[in-house]
């Protein structure tokens, strides 16, 4: 059911890889609320094609941006206010990469171009969507900037290795930049603690289908969906969230704030039998 929450907004969308992207979803969410918007990847994701199927059912125009160079995010918001019309309403970093990971190297033996590259690639870019917006004032009073984070940020997580550590700047960011944009334009700044989502990013970490059913069990409501992800989104892109700003947003099913759950201890206790 659509509310037209974004009647009007105009906003820039990244990370929509394929079906199971949450960028994906958001998008699907920010058309039927009434949102005109652009698409942005990598080049090289662009090469999958798949973003041309969502840019066609959304009638959004595709960017290409790598999200940690400068020069590609002035193209994209240039580019982006000249096809929309004006300033943006909302901007997703929906990005996240380690090469550690996807090479499966340990948390003891990481490679420290490859860590760099994580950091660049999924928390300086944050940054550099901010400075760039605020540099080239691309973003309305009131805009809304959210990024996508976990809680390994926050407790370890062994196989997360240095995305954990990128998470953590990529939330610190958000409250480094909430507060500059806040001041300079009331634009607000948010990540989204997202619980475990079965995706391209989400399942290449090791261990991830155990750590999905750990989560699983011990949230109350369960895990968040990707769907349920971008519907929480939505309301922070639109009008009824103009206050909150500089957070760290858990959207888990209650994972974070229980220490064991029942149906666990159920579980253990099967085990011991
Ligand atoms: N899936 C999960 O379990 C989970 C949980 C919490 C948070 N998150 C976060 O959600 C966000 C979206 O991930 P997802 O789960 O939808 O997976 P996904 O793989 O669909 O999306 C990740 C996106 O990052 C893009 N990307 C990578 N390098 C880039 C670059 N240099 N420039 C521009 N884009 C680049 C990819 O092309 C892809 O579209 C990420 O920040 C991820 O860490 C995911």
């Excluded at 990469?97 to 870019?125: C, H, Q, T």
């Excluded at 809304?144 to 960011?173: H, N």
């Excluded at 009331?186 to 991830?208: H, L």
Aim: net charge negative.
């Amino acid at each position: 059911m659509a509310y037209g929450l974004l009647k009007g907004k105009k906003g820039i969308i990244s990370g929509a890889l394929d079906e199971k992207s949450i960028a994906w979803k958001v998008a699907l969410k920010a058309k039927e609320e009434g949102a005109s918007f652009v698409l942005t990847n990598a080049p090289i994701a662009m090469r999958m094609g798949e973003i041309n199927k969502l840019a066609e059912i959304c009638d959004a125009k595709i960017i290409a941006a790598d999200a940690t160079s400068v020069e590609d995010l002035q193209n994209l918001y240039t580019q982006s206010m000249e096809h929309l019309g004006g300033k943006v309403d909302f901007v997703l970093h929906s990005i996240g990469m380690s090469p550690n990971i996807r090479k499966g190297k340990e948390y003891g033996d990481l490679n420290y171009d490859w860590f760099l590259k994580s950091i660049d690639v999924s928390a300086l870019s944050f940054h550099k969507f901010m400075q760039v917006a605020e540099k080239l004032d691309a973003i309305n009073e009131w805009g809304s900037v959210v990024g996508l984070s976990y809680i390994a940020a926050q407790r370890t997580f062994p196989f997360y290795t240095d995305m954990a550590d990128a998470k953590a700047v990529l939330e610190s960011i958000a409250r480094g930049y909430g507060y500059r944009y806040g001041k300079a334009k009331n634009v607000r700044v948010n990540t989204i603690s997202q619980s475990p989502t079965k995706t391209t990013a989400g399942t290449g970490i090791g261990g991830f289908e155990s750590f999905y059913d750990f989560a699983d069990i011990i949230s109350p409501l369960g895990n968040a969906s990707a769907d349920q992800c971008a519907d929480y989104i939505i309301t922070l892109f639109s009008d009824l969230t103009r206050m909150v700003t500089m957070q760290n947003l858990f959207h888990d099913g209650g994972y974070s704030n229980t220490g064991i759950s029942t149906d666990l201890l159920e579980k253990m206790g099967e085990l011991k039998k």
